[in-house]
Nanobody, 119 residues
């Protein structure tokens, strides 16, 4: 079984920064794409940023220039550095990973972590 555990969320004032982390554990042979999604109250879950194993990253327009995604392949961990936070960045942030195990490849979600940006 595989688990994704997120950390680093919390309450921050507008203009502040947070760094989210997500560690994958279990019988993992390799991790393809890792990413972060956000679900704001009353809205659908949306992609914030994603990164491939080789380091290529893509971002939603809302986070370009403010957010930076990175990963530590040796530790099966993905990070999201969020700077110049805005109230509209508020939501539950979910880690997502496309994981290769013995004989199969599956997509996993973390439990979600709250990020609240006050104005």
């Amino acid at each position: 079984q595989v688990q994704l555990v997120e950390s680093g969320g919390g309450l921050v004032q507008a203009g502040g920064s947070l760094r989210l982390s997500c560690a994958a554990s279990g019988r993992i042979l390799g991790i393809l794409t890792m990413g972060w999604y956000r679900q704001a109250p009353g809205k659908q879950r949306e992609l914030v940023a994603a990164i491939l194993g080789g380091g290529y990253a893509n971002y939603a327009d809302s986070g370009k220039g403010r957010f930076s995604i990175s990963r530590d392949n040796g530790k099966n961990t993905v990070f999201l550095q969020m700077n110049s936070l805005k109230p509209e960045d508020t939501g539950v942030y979910y880690c997502n990973a496309d994981i290769r195990m013995a004989g199969e490849r599956r997509n996993y979600w973390g439990q979600g972590i709250q990020v609240t940006v006050s104005s």
